[in-house]
């Protein structure tokens, strides 16, 4: 699921830390905790098996879960606090395709169409692939490795 916040954090400096400091106080006062390794990762467990895990970037977040009551409880939540509309299910985030095979419950990333799209940028779509950036005949020593 991703939500889009309706209110614009455009204009002011401090808008985007305001609306951090914000989201972080009430997703935190909702038993949710804030990753040690990404500041924009949020978990809370809730029974055994039930986790749900909230992606916030920018003004988009993402909800994963395994049990579709807590995200819908936690949509409620957030849209009781925040004005925000629900776009659905994700097929896409920073640039990543979102692959769902729900009978092996498997989540997958795909991030091709974000290649060819740098690839086009660069006018590299045509270039031949290979497993080494330089050819396998050329041999180097230590001796033409540049001096600092």
């Known amino acids: 699921m991703v939500c889009l916040l309706k209110k614009s954090l455009y204009g002011l400096k401090q808008s985007p830390r305001q609306w951090y400091k914000r989201f972080d106080s009430f997703i935190t006062s909702v ?3 804030r990753s040690q390794y990404d500041s924009c990762l949020y978990h809370k467990r809730s029974g055994h098996k039930c986790a749900l895990y909230l992606l916030l970037y920018v003004d988009d977040m ?3 879960s395994d049990s579709a009551e807590e995200i819908k409880s936690l ?7 925040f004005d925000m509309k629900d776009i659905g299910k994700a097929r896409r985030i920073l640039g990543m395709e979102i692959i769902r095979n729900r009978i092996s419950r498997v989540l997958s990333l795909k991030q091709s169409s974000y290649l060819e ?16 950036p330089i050819s396998s005949q050329f041999k ?6 540049p001096k600092t």
């Not at 949509?75 to 606090?81: F, P, R, V």
């Not at 180097?140 to 490795?145: A, D, G, V, Y």
């Open 117 to 132: 799209k740098v690839l086009s940028k660069f006018s590299m779509t045509d270039a031949k692939p290979t497993s080494i």
């Open 75 to 81: 949509k409620h939540k957030l849209s009781s606090e």
């Open 62 to 64: 993402l909800l994963i």
């Open 31 to 33: 038993g949710f905790e």
């Open 140 to 145: 180097f020593s230590s001796e033409q490795c």
